[in-house]
Structure formats: structure tokens, C-alpha cells
């Protein structure tokens, strides 16, 4: 575990960047992690994609897969590649502050 600074927060991160604590993060934070993974403005698509992740991790204690994402967040697959190119299920949850997905690589 690092501790680093996120817009102007200091956080906690693992080896991979993702938020150790959930519950350290914010909107601007989120933003900042986007810019620096090539997402320049999160849209409110991108905002209904990290919501999803979000409430569905703080629920059930587990990101959803790609598979439910696509299914029960409103945002199909294809799309879901556009939105976040460098993986979706992965790349939502690091902007969302939860832990990596299992099963992403």
C-alpha cells in the first residue's frame, strides 16, 4: 500500500493505483483518475457506468463483470469499450475508488 495525492487528497492506493479505502473518495477524484488514464471529461454516461459500479460494490462487497455491467447498468457492452477503451469493468472501478474487478487482469 502507497500513499499518494488525488486532487489534492491523500489516499491510500495499492500496487495497480486502485483505492484501498472506498470510502476515500470523491467526484474529483474520480475525474482526476479518468484524466490520467486518457478519459479527458467524464460524461454522465461514464457517471451512470461508476455510479453502477460503485452501488453495486458498497452492496454486495464485489464489482460486478463486464457481462452484468453490460446487462443491469443501462450502458451495453459495445459501448461500455468506447466509454472506458482500456477495459471497462477495470478501468470504472479504479475511476469508481473500488478494488479491481476479479477475473480482470
Known sequence: MTQTTIAGHPVDVDPEGFLTDPGAWDR???????????????????????????????????????RTLGKASGVPVKELYQLFPKGPAKLAAKIGGIPKPRGCI
Open 28 to 66: 474529483d477524484i474520480a475525474a482526476e483518475i479518468a484524466r490520467d488514464n486518457g478519459i479527458p471529461e467524464l460524461t454522465e454516461r461514464h457517471w451512470q457506468v461508476v455510479d453502477f459500479m460503485r452501488e453495486r460494490y458498497l452492496r454486495d462487497g464485489a464489482a460486478p463483470s463486464i
